[in-house]
């Protein structure tokens, strides 16, 4: 029998609704492969993410931005939970870099389009759906990538691709790329933290 130390902990930080934090949680409860999501960090009061995490018994740290910014009390956290590998999840700060020296290596992120395609500030959720919708592309996805302290340009781990249709419109768009994200991300992240 697994004793809980011998378990790998990972931390997800997330900002928002918290759909794809519930899915990897799930996923870690479900499989027991030895890894579990020890902590959810979001930076949101009120978020649903909050809701989601604490209802399937995952402790939950809502910190501001200028608490994470703060190097003593952020690793303390991450400390207190042992957490080996971060998680972002729709996380809306960029990672300060005490904690990418850190996490080298151990740091991950979902974003929800074909990087290097429309990446970069200001490109998260529904604005990439629209700017994929309004530039007429035949086909979006998903990128899992490493966290640098260039937004959205860490060497990527996993792509996948759903086509695009000209009747689609950003909401069916982002209907398919939850799809995806909710297929793969979990199964990634598992594969991830098995090969380091
Ligand atoms: C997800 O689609 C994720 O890929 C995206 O935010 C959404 C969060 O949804 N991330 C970014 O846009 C990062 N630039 P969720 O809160 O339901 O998981």
Same mark, same amino acid.
């Given at each position: 029998m697994e004793t809980n130390e011998s378990v790998r902990k990972i931390a997800v930080f997330a900002s928002g609704t918290g759909t794809n934090a519930e899915n990897i949680i799930r996923y870690f409860q479900d499989v027991r492969?030895?890894?579990?999501? +020890?902590l959810v960090v979001c930076?949101? +009061? &009120? +978020?649903g993410v909050i809701e989601r995490a604490t209802s399937l018994g995952v402790p939950v740290r809502v910190m501001a931005a200028a608490e994470i910014r703060n190097p003593e009390q952020m690793l303390a956290v991450l400390d207190e939970y042992e957490i080996e590998l971060i998680v972002l999840a729709g996380f809306l700060l960029m990672v300060p870099d005490f904690i990418l020296g850190r996490y080298a290596g151990r740091i991950i992120n979902i974003h929800p389009?074909?990087?290097?395609?429309? &990446? &970069?500030? &200001?490109?998260y959720g529904r604005h990439v759906h629209e700017a994929v919708v309004a530039s007429g592309e035949t086909e979006t996805g998903i990128t899992v990538h490493h966290v640098t302290d260039k937004c959205d340009e860490g060497g990527v781990i996993f792509q996948a691709s759903v086509a695009v249709d000209p009747s689609d419109d950003a909401e069916t768009v982002e209907a398919k790329v939850h799809g995806l994200e909710r297929k793969h991300f979990a199964r990634v992240i598992r594969e991830f933290m098995e090969g380091i």
């Amino acid at each position: 029998m697994e004793t809980n130390e011998s378990v790998r902990k990972i931390a997800v930080f997330a900002s928002g609704t918290g759909t794809n934090a519930e899915n990897i949680i799930r996923y870690f409860q479900d499989v027991r492969c030895g890894i579990e999501v +020890a902590l959810v960090v979001c930076n949101k +009061a &009120g +978020a649903g993410v909050i809701e989601r995490a604490t209802s399937l018994g995952v402790p939950v740290r809502v910190m501001a931005a200028a608490e994470i910014r703060n190097p003593e009390q952020m690793l303390a956290v991450l400390d207190e939970y042992e957490i080996e590998l971060i998680v972002l999840a729709g996380f809306l700060l960029m990672v300060p870099d005490f904690i990418l020296g850190r996490y080298a290596g151990r740091i991950i992120n979902i974003h929800p389009s074909l990087l290097p395609k429309f &990446g &970069g500030k &200001g490109m998260y959720g529904r604005h990439v759906h629209e700017a994929v919708v309004a530039s007429g592309e035949t086909e979006t996805g998903i990128t899992v990538h490493h966290v640098t302290d260039k937004c959205d340009e860490g060497g990527v781990i996993f792509q996948a691709s759903v086509a695009v249709d000209p009747s689609d419109d950003a909401e069916t768009v982002e209907a398919k790329v939850h799809g995806l994200e909710r297929k793969h991300f979990a199964r990634v992240i598992r594969e991830f933290m098995e090969g380091i």
